[in-house]
T-cell receptor, first 117, second 114 residues
């Protein structure tokens, strides 16, 4: 299957600082990338969807000024958590999908565990 | 919105067969996915159904009935390593979106006992 990488895998930051998480598709061109967050023992919650070169579409209740998403190329998307607070501590997972919809699988990165102190 | 419902927990013994059900309601159905997720890790793809019927992949099979809004994941010859959360997800093209977002159920935590 396709490979999606995320960096860093774990990050601890102080309240008020910003953190950038990178998501890369390693062996295919990801026309669409998705960012999810997951709290312990809860399901994945979609935060935003982005197409390469376009502005991200955010889900209701997700602050676009706080969670900045950039999808500048077909293999890289970044999520920046600005002015992080302890309640932003969570498991952030990116997912990538190639062109077209029919039969196209969605591959997940290994996730980034963010802890804000 | 999407209503995706699956049991919270299930238990089974090694070597047994277990069926995890998932029901959904969506306006623009474009496929149903099953993922496996071990604690602290990202989900891994198991299966994809877009047409009615059964898809078999080794010990895992997935079934879909679009008219009933129903799917199940069947795990055979259970092994201890199959203990994980199993996530049902629906791709929805509703509300004019062409991005085909994936919506997840809460997941079913399966525990396999020796």
């Amino acid at each position: 299957g396709a490979v999606v990488s995320q960096h860093p895998s774990r990050v601890i930051c102080k309240s008020g600082t910003s953190v950038k998480i990178e998501c890369r598709s390693l062996d295919f061109q990801a026309t669409t990338m998705f960012w999810y967050r997951q709290f312990p023992k809860k399901s994945l919650m979609l935060m935003a969807t982005s197409n390469e070169g376009s502005k991200a579409t955010y889900e209701q209740g997700v602050e676009k000024d706080k969670f900045l998403i950039n999808h500048a190329s077909l293999t890289l998307s970044t999520l920046t958590v600005t002015s992080a607070h302890p309640e932003d501590s969570s498991f952030y997972i990116c997912s990538a999908r190639g062109g077209g919809l029919a039969g196209s699988e969605q591959y997940f990165g290994p996730g980034t565990r963010l802890t804000v102190t | 919105g999407q209503n995706i419902d699956q049991p919270t927990e299930m238990t089974a013994t090694e070597g047994a067969i277990v069926q995890i059900n998932c029901t959904y309601q969506t306006s623009g159905f474009n496929g149903l996915f099953w993922y496996q997720q071990h604690a602290g890790e990202a989900p891994t793809f198991l299966s994809y159904n877009v047409l009615d019927g059964l898809e078999e992949k080794g010990r895992f099979s997935s079934f879909l009935s679009r008219s009933k809004g129903y799917s199940y994941l069947l795990l055979k010859e259970l092994q201890m390593k199959d203990s994980a959360s199993y996530l049902c997800a629906v791709r929805d093209l509703g509300r004019g979106s062409t991005l085909g977002r994936l919506y997840f159920g809460r997941g079913t935590q399966l525990t396999v006992w020796p």
